[in-house]
């Protein structure tokens, strides 16, 4: 049975995780133009340079981390316990062309230990990027929070942030958010966006003129989002 292109994309991004600390693969994996969108800046760099930047860090990073793919691309959560000034977490996007690497999405770190849960699970690809859609553009872009947060996350919303692990209700997150943008009128809550999805998960990569880019995952259960991972939104636009 030939393997889908998102089992080989997963191959990959497990080939590269894999590496913990030796290097030597790092240009068999990605390149030969590496593009990296990152929190300061979007810049394109070599299987080399990349390679020369990871040794040049002189540490290893023991990392814990799930992912999940829909053709090209991948999601991965990431944990790193072993990071120097402690541990980090992440969302990371990668997509992968004949068989490496060649571009990543990364808009923030987190300064939190984020719990890692197993990968993808069953669900609705579809049927969950539909709820993505009007979580934008019914939810943030009619800006009826306290009446759509109930419908389409929850009943308990767990939320993986820089700050770290908190839990919420549907109920306290749609207020919470009316209460932000009643008092910023001049708030974003239009998004130029990607969907991606595998099973009960869903990733965005948000890119556009004049958006701070951000990459996010969220967990689907019985038709809500119940669970999200977002470390904030980069310096610039992507």
């Keep these: 049975m030939a393997i889908t292109a998102a089992e080989e994309t997963l191959a990959v991004v497990h080939a590269w995780y894999g590496q913990r600390g030796d290097w030597r693969r790092v240009t068999e994996l990605a390149g030969p133009e590496y593009i990296?969108?990152?929190?300061?800046?979007?810049?394109?760099?070599?299987?080399?340079?990349?390679?020369?930047?990871?040794?040049?860090?002189?540490?290893?990073?023991q990392w814990e981390y799930e992912a999940f793919a829909e053709g090209d691309t991948a999601f991965v959560v990431w944990v790193a316990p072993g990071a120097p000034g402690g541990t980090l977490s992440g969302v990371q996007v990668y997509r992968v062309a004949g068989g490496r690497l060649v571009e990543t999405w990364l808009s923030a770190v987190?300064?939190?230990?984020?719990?890692?849960?197993?990968?993808?699970?069953?669900?609705?690809?579809?049927?969950?990027?539909?709820?993505?859609?009007?979580?934008?553009?019914?939810?943030?872009?009619?800006?009826?929070?306290?009446?759509?947060?109930?419908?389409l996350c929850g009943p308990v919303f767990i939320r993986h942030e820089a700050t770290g692990t908190f839990e919420l209700t549907a109920e306290e997150h749609g207020a919470r958010l009316q209460r932000y943008y009643d008092s910023h009128p001049e708030g974003i809550s239009s998004w130029p966006y990607r969907a991606f999805a595998s099973g009960d998960m869903v990733g965005v990569i948000v890119s556009g003129e004049g958006v701070p880019g951000s990459v996010q995952v969220w967990r689907v259960e019985d038709g809500r989002f119940v669970e999200s991972w977002w470390a904030g939104v980069a310096d610039v636009a992507w």
């Design 36 to 61: 990296r969108h990152e929190p300061s800046a979007t810049r394109v760099v070599t299987g080399e340079e990349i390679r020369d930047e990871l040794n040049a860090r002189g540490f290893v990073i």
């Design 110 to 151: 987190a300064p939190a230990v984020w719990p890692i849960r197993a990968a993808a699970g069953e669900g609705d690809p579809e049927a969950n990027k539909e709820l993505l859609r009007r979580w934008y553009a019914e939810m943030y872009g009619q800006r009826r929070f306290a009446e759509l947060a109930p419908q």
